[in-house]
């Protein structure tokens, strides 16, 4: 029997109080894809900061080969032929793609060979498949070329395990295709894969085996093909959730609150056409790379559209900026959420008033604090909130949590329309039942709501209306009772 | 400069720092008291603020630049340009009193200048306001090259020397208006609320609805205007000009302010912070200079206390680090 | 055509072009401007300008910046002036190994707290400034070196020639600032050890990802830079001769001047020696071109100054923002043939 390249025993890390791994033990085998799963906070960052040498395990070994070893740094974890890839790539964008390869080599001379070095790139990155002119400059390549470069680098290291977090999170169909084409060539290579991601149909469509990790432990390893969705789900969660995609009714009024005809911007989108009701639930699906944020910016005015019409309550109307698209009503949570999320340093009262500081300014800008507090805690209790008090910083919340008063901040402007992007994103299963319910009760109350959503049990169950979009363009749509996964699928992907 | 790493519990560690800041003061007075019997006398007291009141009042406003995550540099030079177009205007024969609001303007205008930079072509804070540090105070010695202008009318030096209201000279008093119209704004108004908020994230604040544009040049030229207001009254005060009037003032200004617990990261900090820094700095000065140390070692001694000052908050962090602060969530 | 060029060269070859515009202004303007004894003034100003810009591109790649090198180079000097002062028979080798070495030393100090602490090296320079000057006055004690206190090979150093072709006289000083600049350049583009400093200014995270010692790196950046500041203290020494307490004042400025000038990224990451030196000696021929225009006076030297490096700032921004857009759109429209091709 192979002996594993890479083997976690009981493996435990705490940081003060908190234990972010317990006794975890898990073993990758050469040449396998090995998924690994779990809700967020189940420990698989973690995890991964304990392959590759940036947390050090509190208790437990690391072994290599079948013997124990000790990274101290990264460095070390690289030597021993462990890298690891994320959803930011860390390339150096000033440096060219072949140093960006080579940076982390200790054994190579001196004094640089730089036709040497870029015909060595060059050649690395064959392997993968990829034509990268390795003397281009890092920082110009898209996301997934950047990748790409990682990936090389990692091969140049002569990588035995390569950890991917979360990869395809922000690449198009095609560089999806292409990073599993990468994976895959890797494997028969002998590499020891290990895939993480959330999203199931690529765990499915890529991997070997599967593992679950959840609250810091190891659940259970399977090979792929003898597990089901249900079940992985169901061993994520730690209860069942077949109920948990429940349609309600639909509330959606006559009038037509939110009308886009032909809206379009060169290099995003094309030619967008969609109605959305008072009290409506559209849902804009469709697979990353689709372009459906860049429909949400341009409908808040981050990143207006070139072309086409927006009609508000029957006004034609010009959205050219946020503060544009806030005056007319409209609100935007982000996906990103560092970006666009909150400001953490700043106290929770203070970021879900932020929009609409206006109406708590009275003579002379003097802030009426005491009516931000009273919102805010009202939202606290509407949203069910987890927070001590309101006055500490957004920073001190969890992640679902953050999320929460993020959607509390953009609720609190009053909007006529909500346009909500991933809003279930990253949050654990009970706060996503929250979520849900707290959408459908503001459609009950009026508000318009278009939901971007990449997660299609929630757009089923959600959806009052579901519009797929495809490359940039409207592909489909469909009434939300009668669409199935697969038919929306077909559409996403463009099947005939 | 803005979006800095965000300790959990931020506001706590603020609420220390001045309660720290606060027991400093409170030995140094202690100190200087025992020191002489005439430390705690009006007179002495005042005499401690207006030796450095230009300065103190610039701090104010450099309060709020660095808590927006910006940097001016340019304040001393334009304290120097300002004294040295009242003197040059003056001496060109305009009226004093059509002087001041002109210069004011000047300052202004200076701030706008810099906005412009920064603002509208996106350029860091750092290397614009560093560029013009230079080319204001260059303005200031074109105006009045290597000479000394000293002829001012008697009003004015009585302005700058004289108590106005019982035994507070105008510069004081302008300080402690200045002060609480600084607390007011930054600390409870909405426009204070979004000098934090950009401060602590510029994309959550744009994207938020916040002119950011607006509130930086504001603040520019606010400096601007608040740091020529200094270099008038650095004229009355001393009743000359030369080219080199608040030369090196800029590094004191921010010691003071980054001593006072303002992150140089923006987003933290108060105008109590600073209004402690500026007692335990002034008091301190006025300590050293009793036991006869120079100004050029006072200075020195400046600079290890702006090194401490931003080195307890970092072995604090690490400190939370290492004993467990739960990561903060994001 | 400008997009085959490597921006770089780009850079390099229209500060070329400035400077040739300058010089052929002035000559204009200035009777008798350009002569051999112009030259020879003013090319040991720049070599001492030049050096210690070249310290501070290292710290500025990194994405950091050195404020302090001005007291280094006073504090160096004078330190060094006091010794020969009082034992003048002291071999000059050990002299300028000293200079090198007290200047890393400050150097180091700076790299202690910027690297080993992480505090921000704007906040340390800003007091090592400070805290350098002040240890300079308290030594001093007021007092400064003059000329005449000093043996007679240090002045004599400045006015030394390694070559003399028609009235131009190529002075020694020059050629060691010249040897340093190419070391420098050779060093940052050829070896392994010198691309790191454009790797931690370019994404300091990905440093640590990539097991990459950053602190180490950072570092050494300020060490160089203090050690070069010491040997342009004595060079400064050398020439000048007359150091008071206030000496070195308005080199910190005139190096980050260079530094922009010459088209290295404030943030760090890209950059070019050669366009430092270049830099360098744009800003120190304005300088001293200016004191000799009757029509200007010499009271406008530092306005100048000031507008001038905003204006490199404002230029350099703006043309690398119209290049890298230029250069995204032009990789995005070959990417995407590139995958279509393949697909």
């Known amino acids: 029997m192979t002996e594993p390249v890479l083997e976690m025993r009981g493996v435990s890390k705490s940081f003060g109080a908190t234990e972010a791994l317990r006794d975890v033990s898990l073993r990758l085998f050469p040449g396998e894809i090995h998924a690994l799963v779990g809700e967020n906070g189940a420990g698989k960052s973690t995890l991964i900061k304990a392959m590759t040498g940036i947390h050090q395990p509190s208790a437990g070994a690391i072994l290599i080969d079948g013997c124990e070893v000790q990274f101290r740094d990264t460095g070390a974890a690289q030597r021993a032929g462990v890298a690891a890839i994320y959803q930011e790539p860390m390339v150096f964008p000033d440096l060219s793609v072949a140093e960006n390869i080579f940076i982390s080599h200790r054994d190579r001379p001196r004094l640089i060979d730089w036709k040497a070095m870029n015909d060595e790139a060059e050649a690395i990155i064959a392997r993968l498949g990829v034509a990268i002119d390795p003397r281009r400059q890092a920082g110009e390549l898209t996301l997934a070329e950047q990748q790409s470069v990682e990936i090389a680098r990692a091969i140049s290291l002569k990588v035995r395990v390569l950890i991917m977090d979360e990869p395809s999170a922000s690449l198009s169909d095609h560089e999806v295709q292409r990073l599993f084409g990468i994976a895959r060539a890797l494997r028969d290579e002998g590499v020891a894969v290990l895939y993480i991601s959330h999203r199931l149909e690529e765990i499915f469509a890529l991997s070997d085996r599967v593992s679950v990790m959840r609250d810091g432990r190891h659940i259970s390893t399977r090979p792929t093909a003898e597990t089901t969705q249900a079940g992985l789900i169901a061993e994520m969660v730690g209860r069942d959730m077949a109920g948990r995609f429940a349609r309600m009714p639909g509330q959606a009024r006559d009038e037509v609150t939110l009308r886009v005809t032909g809206l379009s911007r060169e290099g995003a989108f094309r030619d967008v056409s969609f109605a959305v009701r008072a009290g409506e639930i559209v849902c804009l699906s469709g697979l990353v790379g689709a372009r459906r944020t860049d429909v949400a910016l341009a409908l808040f005015g981050i990143a207006p559209a070139d072309a086409g019409r927006i009609e508000l309550a029957g006004q034609a109307v010009a959205i050219a900026s946020p503060k544009d698209a806030m005056r007319l009503g409209i609100a935007y949570v982000s996906e990103d959420r560092r970006r666009m999320g909150l400001a953490l340093g700043e106290s929770i009262a203070a970021n879900i008033t932020l929009p609409a500081l206006d109406r708590y300014t009275r003579a002379f800008g003097w802030i009426d604090r005491l009516r931000e507090l009273a919102d805010a805690a009202d939202f606290r209790r509407k949203l069910n909130i987890k927070a001590a008090s309101l006055t500490a910083p957004a920073g001190t919340l969890s992640g679902g949590n953050q999320q929460k008063v993020m959607l509390a901040k953009w609720l609190n402007m009053g909007p006529k329309v909500l346009i909500v992007d991933e809003p279930t994103r990253g949050i654990d299963i009970g706060a996503k039942a929250e979520v849900h319910a707290l959408l459908r009760a503001l459609a009950g109350q009026g508000v318009a709501i278009l939901v971007i959503s990449s997660d299609l049990p929630e757009v089923l169950s959600l959806a009052d209306r579901v519009l797929v979009m495809r490359e940039g363009r409207l592909a489909g749509e469909f009434p939300g009772e009668t669409a199935t996964d697969e038919a929306v699928m077909r559409v996403a992907v463009g099947a005939v | 400069m803005s979006g800095g790493r965000i300790p959990a519990s931020l506001r706590a560690q603020l609420a220390s720092w001045e309660g720290f800041l606060l027991l400093v003061v409170v030995l140094l007075v202690l100190l200087n008291a025992l020191a002489s019997p005439f430390f705690l006398t009006v007179q002495n007291q005042i005499n401690l603020f207006q030796l450095s009141v230009e300065k103190i009042i610039v701090a104010l406003v450099m309060t709020f630049v660095i808590i927006n995550g910006e940097i001016d540099l340019s304040v001393a030079s334009v304290m120097g340009l300002a004294a040295c177009a009242f003197g040059w205007l003056v001496q060109e024969g305009m009226p004093a009193g059509w002087a001041i609001p002109l210069v004011l303007g000047i300052g202004a205008l200076c701030g706008a200048f810099n906005a412009v930079f920064i603002v509208a072509l996106g350029l860091p804070s750092l290397v614009v306001t560093l560029a013009t540090l230079i080319a204001f105070r260059g303005m200031a010695r074109i105006l009045v090259e290597d000479r000394g202008i000293g002829d001012f009318p008697a009003w004015f030096d009585r302005l700058g020397q004289q108590p106005l209201a019982g035994p507070f000279p105008l510069a004081l008093i302008l300080f402690a208006v200045l002060t609480v119209i600084a607390f007011v704004i930054l600390q409870r108004t909405a426009f204070g609320r979004r000098v934090y908020f950009i401060g602590s994230s510029r994309e959550v604040a744009a994207f938020s609805g916040v002119d950011v544009g607006r509130v930086k040049a504001a603040i520019f030229v606010a400096s601007g205007l608040v740091s020529a207001l200094a270099g008038l009254l650095y004229a009355a005060r001393v009743g000359a000009v030369r080219g080199d009037v608040a030369l090196g003032f800029e590094l004191d200004i921010i010691t003071i302010v980054l001593l006072g617990g303002v992150s140089i990261f923006g987003g933290v900090g108060t105008i109590t912070g600073t209004l402690l820094s500026i007692l335990i700095v002034l008091n301190l000065r006025n300590g050293m200079a009793l036991a006869n140390i120079t100004g050029h070692i006072q200075t020195g001694v400046l600079g290890v206390l702006l090194i401490l000052s931003v080195m307890v908050p970092a072995i604090r962090d690490r400190a939370r680090r290492l004993f467990g602060a739960r990561e903060v969530a994001r | ?343």
């Open chain 3, 1 to 343: 055509m400008f997009d085959r060029i490597p921006a770089q060269t780009l850079r390099i070859l229209i500060l070329l072009a400035v400077f040739a515009a300058v010089v052929l202004f002035f000559s204009a303007v200035i009777e008798g401007y350009l002569n051999a004894r112009l030259f020879n003034r003013i090319s040991t100003s720049v070599a001492i300008v030049a050096m210690i810009a070249v310290g501070q591109a290292f710290v500025v790649l990194t994405r950091n910046i050195d404020l302090s090198v001005g007291s280094v180079v006073g504090c160096v000097a004078y330190f060094v002036g006091g010794l020969l002062a009082a034992w003048p028979g002291m071999p000059p080798v050990l002299v300028v190994a000293l200079a090198v070495l007290i200047g890393a030393g400050f150097g180091a100090v700076n790299g202690l707290f910027v690297a080993r602490f992480g505090l921000p090296s704007i906040i340390v320079t800003l007091a090592t400034l400070a805290i350098f000057r002040s240890v300079l006055v308290e030594s001093s004690d007021g007092s400064s070196i003059t000329t005449d206190r000093l043996p007679a090979w240090v002045p004599g150093f400045a006015q030394a020639n390694a070559a003399e072709i028609g009235g131009l006289q190529l002075r020694w000083m020059v050629v060691v600032a010249l040897a340093v600049v190419i070391l420098a350049h050779v060093f940052l583009t050829r070896f392994r050890a010198g691309r790191q400093f454009f790797a931690i200014g370019s994404n300091p995270d990905a440093a640590k990802f990539a097991g990459i010692d950053g602190a180490r790196t950072v570092f050494w950046a300020f060490v160089l830079s203090g050690a070069l500041a010491g040997l342009a203290g004595f060079m400064f020494l050398s020439r000048f001769g007359n150091i008071t307490v206030v000496a070195g004042l308005g080199f910190e400025l005139k190096s980050v001047g260079a530094v922009v000038v010459g088209g290295v990224n404030i943030f760090g990451g890209s950059g070019n020696v050669i366009g430092v030196l270049i830099g360098a000696a744009l800003i120190d021929l304005i300088d001293t071109s200016l004191v000799r225009w009757e029509l200007v006076s010499e009271f406008w030297r530092e306005a100048v100054l000031g507008l001038l490096i905003l204006a490199a700032v404002v230029a350099d921004t703006l043309l690398s923002r119209r290049l890298m857009a230029r250069r995204r759109r032009m990789a995005a429209r070959q990417g995407t043939v590139g995958a279509e091709k393949r697909a």
